[in-house]
């Protein structure tokens, strides 16, 4: 079946070290997101990629970085530099030619991250 | 930039009874808009979604919702809701570059 895999469901980390989220699609995508989720602020854009070896930062880039090597992959990683970490982080992908539109996102079944 | 309110942080109403979720969004060209539901822990799940032509979409799960171009607004309706309906309802706009809003978290009474 095509979907969006996310590993591990559940993360704890301790302070001050680096951690990286997988995110695997075989829905043959383009487009790659990745979003933070905190209670009570929806969904917020952390960084996304249209296309391999390119990516460009959403909206609270900061203490995070991205590779986007394959068109499949599109892992996340949280620095020691991301002063609140503790959230849950949802990767997405777009199919850019559905039949009757565009731009629908799938949805992995995301990762929480708790650091200690 | 786009941006999306949804006013509503919590909703709470009776199985059988009608359902309405606000949301308004801010867009420089014609906006592609999304609803998509989450239960806890778990990814989102698209809802139905609007890019152009008939302002009411049907979506899944007896859902539809209408797009006012007037209003900015594109509301989540659903006739009767049942207690399964019980999740976290975001509403969403853009192109390449999707944003979200904050949420609505529907609690349905037996």
């Known amino acids: 079946d095509g979907g969006i895999t996310q590993s591990p469901k559940y993360l704890f980390r301790k302070e001050g070290q680096n951690v990286t989220l997988s995110c695997e699609q075989n829905l043959n995508h383009d487009a790659m997101y990745w979003y933070r989720q905190d209670p009570g602020q929806g969904l917020r854009l952390i960084y996304y990629s249209q296309i391999v070896n390119d990516f460009q930062k959403g909206d609270i880039a900061e203490g995070y970085s991205v590779s986007r090597e394959k068109k499949e992959s599109f892992p996340l990683t949280v620095t020691s530099a991301q002063k609140n970490p503790t959230a849950f982080y949802l990767c997405?992908?777009?199919?850019?030619?559905?039949?009757?539109?565009?731009?629908?996102?799938?949805f992995g079944p995301g990762t929480r991250l708790t650091v200690l | 930039a786009q941006s999306v309110t949804q006013p509503d942080i919590h909703i709470t109403v009776s199985e059988g009874a009608s359902l309405e979720l606000r949301c308004n969004y801010s867009?420089?060209?014609?906006?592609?808009l999304f609803w998509y539901v989450q239960s806890p822990g778990q990814g989102l799940q698209l809802l139905l979604k609007y890019f152009s032509g008939d302002t009411l979409v049907q979506g899944i799960k007896g859902f539809e919702a209408e797009f006012k171009r007037s209003q900015s607004s594109f509301n989540l309706r659903k006739p009767s809701v049942h207690w399964s309906d019980a999740a976290e309802y975001f509403c969403?706009?853009?192109?390449?570059?999707?944003?979200f809003g904050a949420g609505t978290r529907l609690t349905v009474k037996p």
């Open positions: 997405a992908s777009i199919s850019r030619y559905t039949s009757g539109g565009r731009n629908e996102q799938f």
């Open positions: 867009y420089g060209a014609t906006p592609y």
């Open positions: 969403a706009v853009g192109a390449d570059d999707m944003r």
